[in-house]
């Protein structure tokens, strides 16, 4: 999987559009500020303020996309909107500020939630178009996140049945290197780039012992090496549907945090 197979718009004519009103908001901030004093609180630095304060109350919208995704055609349109007017909005806090610091530790805050909830919202989106294609492209195994607990369980399970009986040897591998890795999911960053990742080195046991098992033995070894290899495919599934899940964490708190106080700036401009 490429990267920028993951990278490219669903929808380019959207990129399109939001390129050309980020120039053309470019171009109406230098023509404002060309040769003359820019004020976030008058003119157009204030109609940057109200546009960017309009595009994150219709970003705080995009839950309320159902059932009919009104006003919008289909729950699609939402997220591209959602997406693509979240970047224009932070766009528009820079040409308010003139692409200045913040004075004050609410400008900050407000300044830094801005950012960090374009950023998040990025990564999301980078998130959802490469974790569906890495499962899809790698793993063989799907399972719902809410079940993978119990399934592992599961698998202990069978594994202690198909070994139950086993020879000496045979049992003192499972008890040694096999069973610490089905006692729990074990989630790792590392999946996120490659599936299989750590594959080489948690099978190096199996390659091992495999010379030493005996014929009658062989099925009980290869059941326990199938076993294996599901529960390696649970931990990368675990791993990346717990970055999606995870990932909201980042976004929507900061997101309520930031309406909230843009909230409170837009009624301290109004009432002073």
């Known amino acids: 999987m490429r990267a920028l197979e993951v990278l490219r718009p669903k ?7 939001t390129a050309a009103l980020g120039l053309l908001g470019l171009l109406l901030y230098v023509a404002a500020s060309w040769g003359r004093s820019f004020s976030p609180k008058a003119g157009v ?3 940057f303020g109200i546009l960017a304060a309009l595009a994150f109350v219709f970003e705080m919208a995009y839950p309320s996309r159902r059932p009919r995704a009104f006003p919008l055609r289909n729950a699609r ?3 591209q909107a959602h997406v693509y007017l979240g970047a224009l909005a932070f766009l528009g806090v820079l040409f ?3 692409f200045g610091w913040p004075h004050g530790a609410f400008g900050w805050a407000l300044w830094l939630l801005s950012l960090w909830t374009t950023l998040t919202g990025l990564l999301g989106v980078a998130l959802q178009k490469w974790i569906p294609v890495a499962l899809a492209e790698g793993l063989r195994v799907e399972a719902l996140y809410e079940r993978m607990p119990g399934i592992v369980v599961e698998l202990r399970e069978q594994a202690d049945a198909a070994l139950a009986g086993s020879s ?6 499972y ?4 069973r610490p890795t089905l006692e729990q999911l074990r989630p790792s960053p590392g999946y996120l780039m490659n599936v299989r990742a750590g594959e080489e080195r948690a099978l190096e046991p199996f390659r091992r012992m495999s010379p030493f098992v005996e014929p009658a033995e ?7 090496l199938a076993i294996v290899t599901e529960k390696r495919e649970l931990d990368a599934q675990y791993t990346l549907q717990g970055l999606l899940r995870g990932w909201l964490v980042l976004h929507v708190p900061t997101a309520g945090l930031l309406m909230g106080l843009l909230v409170v700036h837009v009624f301290t401009w109004i009432w002073y």
Do not use: I, M, Y
């Open 11 to 17: 929808q380019p004519g959207n990129l399109v559009w």
């Open 45 to 47: 630095g204030l109609l």
């Open 77 to 79: 349109a939402w997220l």
């Open 96 to 98: 308010h500020t003139g």
């Open 168 to 173: 000496e040897t045979l049992e003192s591998f």
């Open 175 to 178: 008890r040694r290197e096999v």
């Open 218 to 224: 062989r099925e009980r070894f290869d059941d326990l």
